[in-house]
């Protein structure tokens, strides 16, 4: 099974150079430390364009497995649930709502994300939020789930 993935920060500061991006790293060390093949993070702003237009692009260099963090609130250019719909071809709610629920548990205001998470073709999305916390508590859910969910898309049994 191919293990590539990529991390996609969502951020008008960071894409701006204003902010340093702090999320994204977390998810890539995550991911790196559990085998996956994953360059640093890939910055863009906000807005659905802007993520449905990174997202097709990642997929197209086969890509499996596309962690995006960032612009899931409520905030007016949160859009990454907007552009990711745009993209997916099954939504996978329950990874969202347990993401919702992990978050909601160490802070209520996680349920005020509206990330979402899918498959397009053989790739599995996920919608994280971008604070560090976030991050740190959400990449261990998909971590849990990225490589079966993977296996799946492949034709796997079920375990």
């Known amino acids: 099974m191919s293990l590539a993935a990529a991390v996609i920060t969502v951020s008008d500061r960071s894409s701006r150079g204003e902010r ?3 999320s994204g790293p977390i ?8 085998g996956f093949d994953v ?13 449905e237009r990174i997202l097709q692009a990642t ?7 596309i962690v995006t963090t960032g612009g899931t609130g409520i905030g007016p250019r949160d859009r990454t649930p907007e552009g ?3 993209v997916l071809e099954r939504e996978i709610p329950g990874i969202a709502e347990e993401l919702r629920r992990r978050g909601a548990a160490q802070k209520p205001a996680a349920l005020l994300s ?14 994280l939020p971008g604070s560090t916390a976030a991050v740190t508590d959400g990449i261990r859910l998909v971590l849990e789930i990225a490589k079966h969910a993977l296996g799946q898309l492949e034709g796997e049994d079920h375990r």
Do not use: K
């Not at 998810?27 to 430390?33: T, Y």
């Not at 360059?39 to 702003?45: K, L």
């Not at 509206?114 to 919608?127: E, F, P, Q, S």
């Open 20 to 22: 340093a991006d702090a």
């Open 27 to 34: 998810a890539v060390a995550a991911l790196r430390e559990a």
């Open 39 to 51: 360059g640093d993070a890939i910055i863009v702003p906000d807005g659905a364009d802007e993520v």
């Open 59 to 65: 997929l197209q260099r086969g890509i499996r497995l």
């Open 84 to 86: 990711t719909t745009r």
């Open 114 to 127: 509206r990330g979402l998470a899918g498959v397009v073709g053989d790739a599995l999305i996920v919608n």
